[in-house]
């Protein structure tokens, strides 16, 4: 639920074998090597970036779960199970989402930077570069939602309907389309020379894969702990 918590950027790491990796279509320019190779060193800059400020994240996740256990600690105790109760927990996540992009908003803005001046002769490609930078910059602007007076106003209402600001804004948060370039896509353009930028992208792409497997659920629960909402 939480892939989003810091960035998600997704690369070509493994997916791309030794003995495929180079085998450039006889269709390629030297433009779709260049973005391809600049894809790469896009991203491996960005997945770097964002491990090495993976505590920054945090810090600030960790800022948010005082100012809620402030304003509105267990103010959801004893609220139902329900679909309702689900989307305030979908809520929450969005609330570490958008705490996460805020803490690396400069290093979303240069990765953006980067993807919206790659083009390829593929119109496919050039237009999925387009789509994950819009979505990313669509997560850099997320708001961090007013939780605690959601809570209250659905504990007040008998954890009844809930507040009208609450759908709008899961439905905002699921809209957001962020996806890689097809891996199948770029293929044909990774060059023998890139593989060493290659196994550096794989090896810090894992890297930020098992932070976010390792914190993602347990600060989404932290902060459900703190709001006293259910899982």
Request: with cysteine; glycine share 4%.
């Amino acid at each position: 639920m939480l892939r989003r918590a810091a960035i998600l950027i997704a690369t070509l790491a493994a997916a791309i074998p030794p003995a495929t990796a180079g085998a450039a279509s006889q269709n390629a320019t030297s433009q779709d090597v260049a973005s391809t190779h600049a894809y790469l060193v896009a991203s491996y800059t960005v997945l770097h970036a964002a491990v090495s400020t993976w505590s920054s994240v945090e810090a600030s996740i960790h800022r948010l779960d005082l100012r809620l256990h402030a304003e509105c600690p267990n103010a959801g105790a004893g609220s139902p199970q329900n679909e309702a109760e689900q989307r305030l927990a979908y809520e929450a996540a969005g609330a570490l989402w958008a705490t996460g992009y805020h803490t690396d908003a400069r290093i979303v803005r240069t990765y953006v930077h980067s993807l919206s001046r790659l083009t390829w002769s593929n119109p496919q490609i050039t237009r999925d570069a387009r789509r994950l930078a819009r979505g990313l910059r669509e997560m850099s602007a997320l708001k961090v939602p007013d939780i605690c007076a959601d809570i209250r106003a659905w504990h007040a209402n008998g954890f009844g309907a809930m507040p009208s600001d609450v759908e709008p804004y899961a439905q905002h948060v699921e809209a957001i389309d962020i996806h890689e370039i097809p891996r199948s896509l770029l293929i044909p353009y990774v060059q023998p020379a890139d593989r060493t930028l290659r196994e550096r992208v794989e090896r810090v792409a894992t890297k930020f894969a098992e932070l976010e497997f390792e914190r993602g659920q347990v600060d989404w629960i932290a902060l459900l702990e703190v709001v006293g909402l259910n899982e």
